[in-house]
């Protein structure tokens, strides 16, 4: 059987940071910063969701991690100009090398696949926009578990609905929680460093493969 790749997709094929330009509209010079807290919130959010077992969705994380970026910043963001970064959020850019990457995987009888902690019809849509989706077989949401990466129950969850194997699937991610998460459940993993100060977790779980850039993925995959 081909091998099954997982795709997340915030971090890894769309750029969150991708929101800098429209915030700096609102904040300024403090758009960059403004981003990587509003980002780390909604990633702590989900985390601590995941772990009450209170689960909402990825969306709500997103929002409330936005109105937390807020006031800490003391930026004095409207509801609409609020709405108006959330709708952002749909519009991320997909990085560089993701349309090459997935195109030459595809052409290697790869089973490719998005998965991620955003709803489902949410993640379709930013991956339309971003030109992705049709090189994908389809999104698969945490939505179904009601719980967030990295949950075991989360990978279990994909392999089921790809009708994978542990054996057969490998993560492919930017963010190093995804991926210890996936090696924790016993698939292979691929980390992608992507920027110069990113720092893999040490925790003695090493990726199956380091990347600096999606397009040495496949010839990591034939290794």
Known sequence: M???LAFDVYGTLVDTAGV???LARHV????PAFARLWRDKQLEYSFRRGLMRNYEPFTTCTRQALDYTCAALGAALSGAE??????????LPAFPDARPCLEALAAADRRLFAFSNGPAAEVER??????????????????AVRSFKPDPAVYAHFLRATRATTGGAW??????FDVIGALSAGWCAAWV??????VYDPWGLEPTARL???LELPGALAT
Do not use: F, I
Not at 28 to 31: C, I, K, T, V
Not at 82 to 88: K, N, Q, T, Y
Not at 126 to 143: Q, R, T
């Open 171 to 176: 993560l492919v991610s930017g963010n190093p």
């Open 82 to 91: 609020r709405d108006d970064l959330m709708a952002a959020y749909g519009r």
């Open 126 to 143: 930013v991956l339309a926009n971003a030109g992705l989706a049709p090189l994908l077989e389809g999104v698969v949401s945490v939505e």
């Open 28 to 31: 300024g010079g403090r758009a």
């Open 20 to 22: 800098t330009e429209q």
């Open 2 to 4: 081909p091998l099954t």
């Open 212 to 214: 600096e850039s999606l």
């Open 193 to 198: 460093r992507r920027t110069p100060e990113a």
